[in-house]
C-alpha cells in the first residue's frame, strides 16, 4: 500500500484540477500544467476541494503507480502556485555562462564554446558565476539543470566545473613533492 497514495491531496485556493479522461490539468497562478496518466491503473477523481487516487485492482504494478501518480499530482499543484528552482555554480578560471534568450553558451574549458538550447517554459538567468534555472514543472526543471551540470562535472582536484549549489564535491590530494 503506498502512503503518499492513501492521503488525499488538498487543492489550495486560486488552484483549478480538471480531469478530462485521462488527462489531468492544473492551472494556477503561474501558469498551467497537463499530464496524461493511465485510467486503467489508478482512478483519479475530484472530490469537496481534495483529489482522491484510489487503484483499479490490487496488483503490485497499480501499488507502485499510486505514489507516484499521487506524487506527479502534488509536484504539478506545487509548481503552478510556486515555480521550481534549480542554481548552478560555474565554478574555475575563465569559466563562465552567458544567457540569451533562447539558449546559455559556456565556457568551460574546452576549445570551443557548448551552448545548450533552453526548452520553453524554462526562465534562466546569470548572476556571478550562477545559473538560476526556474519553471513550473519539476521534472523539466530538474531534467536541465542536470544536461547542464553534465557538460562539465566538477572534477576532484581543483573542484573546476559546474555543480549545483550546495553540493559538496568530494577533494582528493595531489602529487606531494618529495
Known amino acids: 500500500m503506498s502512503r503518499i497514495g492513501?492521503?488525499?491531496?488538498?487543492?489550495?485556493?486560486?488552484?483549478?484540477?480538471?480531469?478530462?479522461?485521462?488527462?489531468?490539468?492544473?492551472?494556477?497562478?503561474?501558469?498551467?500544467?497537463?499530464?496524461?496518466?493511465?485510467?486503467?491503473?489508478?482512478?483519479?477523481e475530484v472530490v469537496d476541494g481534495t483529489v482522491k487516487l484510489t487503484p483499479v485492482k490490487d496488483t503490485l504494478e497499480n501499488k507502485a503507480l499510486w505514489g507516484t501518480y499521487a506524487s506527479h499530482i502534488i509536484n504539478m499543484i506545487a509548481g503552478v502556485n510556486k515555480p521550481y528552482e534549480k542554481r548552478l555554480v560555474v565554478e574555475g578560471i575563465g569559466y563562465k555562462a552567458d544567457v540569451s534568450p533562447t539558449e546559455i553558451t559556456l565556457k568551460v574549458g574546452f576549445s570551443h564554446l557548448v551552448k545548450k538550447p533552453i526548452p520553453a517554459g524554462l526562465k534562466v538567468s546569470s548572476d556571478k558565476g550562477v545559473l538560476i534555472i526556474s519553471g513550473i514543472d519539476k521534472e523539466l526543471v530538474g531534467s536541465f539543470a542536470s544536461a547542464v551540470k553534465a557538460v562539465k562535472k566538477p572534477e576532484p582536484y581543483k573542484g573546476k566545473g559546474i555543480r549545483f549549489e550546495g553540493e559538496v564535491i568530494r577533494r582528493k590530494e595531489g602529487k606531494k613533492t618529495a
Open 6 to 44: 492513501k492521503k488525499e491531496i488538498v487543492i489550495p485556493e486560486k488552484t483549478e484540477v480538471i480531469i478530462n479522461g485521462s488527462v489531468v490539468t492544473i492551472k494556477g497562478k503561474e501558469g498551467e500544467l497537463s499530464r496524461t496518466f493511465n485510467k486503467n491503473n489508478i482512478t483519479i
